[in-house]
């Protein structure tokens, strides 16, 4: 039994001392300087801003050896103060870019134990500021110009950028930046500057260009009108007009490519009055005329409208305007059908009253059952749309303010369908 224990011991030594012969494999390398660890290799900054750039080197088992470093700034990066601090055996650089580098980076190299490390440097504005005005007319162009700050405020002059519209049918964004000014009313704009994280928002007010077609009085079933004549750019299916201090579009009796009739709104004053064109061209244009008014403008129809049998008469396919409210809540007119068939009824009108509408056949003179429309446009709706099979006859027309809110302008379009 001893013999054994001996054997054992001597074993376990012979064990330990043949171990010592063999390299521990985690040896490797260790001392050994063999990179350059740095906290960024790539970095976006403001120009004119102090930042810093650490480095350690490490040997093989990335363990960081006590060695200062040496740093060579690049063109436009200045390299202010390096500093090694022991403890955690890391050398800091502490450099600032002077001047803006969008596309092409400056590099501060980082050396030492025979080793090289670059860091690729960025600089970019703090805030950037357009040039593009509050207001713009409609029709207008124009090339906006983006100044870059740096972090101490001054200025890097124009840099490039994009701009984006959050509605491009009163403001498009066009090529190279172009703003196009359309359609009255206001559009936000985001201009970005380089590398993407500058923005700037402008809130652009788009008004009517000015009118260059012709404008000429006329009337319209007694009632004051302008015949207005399209200038260079056409008229097309959408261009509508309005005028200022009146609510809705509700006001063109007739329009073609080359000229519009609009009905001048009951109450406007003697004097010069403006309207505005709508919707002019590929461009949805908004261009702004003026004509003269003689005299404070009526209604012709009143008060004879307010009976049955009186009023204004509608020919077959036409529009009529009118007015109603709390003193004067009916209007009558007729409607003389010579081209009996299918006619559509339409009646709109830009308030938030509820007005009703009924074309009465003088035969059966009761609101439903001689109602032509059935009773189809005593809704709540707006606009209010019926369809009737017409003879040939002259009807009453009749339209009913249910529920007043003020004094209410309104259009009638009685329309024979294509056969």
Sequence with gaps: MTFTRTSFAA???????????????LADGRGEATTIQTNRVETNLTVNKQFTITAKLLDDQFTPLPMALSGSAGSNLRLDSTVYVTELRETRFFVTPTAMLANAPTTLTITGAGLSKTVEVFAFPRTIESDVPAELQSGETFSPTVIGFDELDGSLGSVAFIVESDDESVVEVGE????????????????????????????????????AGGVANTTYLGMQAIRITAGSVAFDADTDVTFPGTEGDIYVVSSSASEIVAVVPFGTPAGQGTFIVHGVGASQLALEGTFTVAAVVTDPSEPANDAPGAGPTMTNSSVLIGQVGPADVDDFFLVQITEPGVYDVTLEWADGADIDMFIIDPNNFALCSGDVLGCGMATGDNPETGEGDFAVETYIGYVNLWTADGTSDYRLTVTKRDE
Excluded: R, W
């Design 176 to 211: 190279g930046g172009m703003l196009i000014a359309k359609g009255v009313g206001l559009a936000n704009l985001t201009f970005t500057g380089p590398g993407g994280g500058i923005h700037q928002e402008i809130i652009v007010n788009v008004v009517p260009g000015a009118f």
């Design 11 to 25: 074993l376990a030594v012979a064990a330990v001392l043949s171990a010592g012969c063999y390299d521990d494999p």
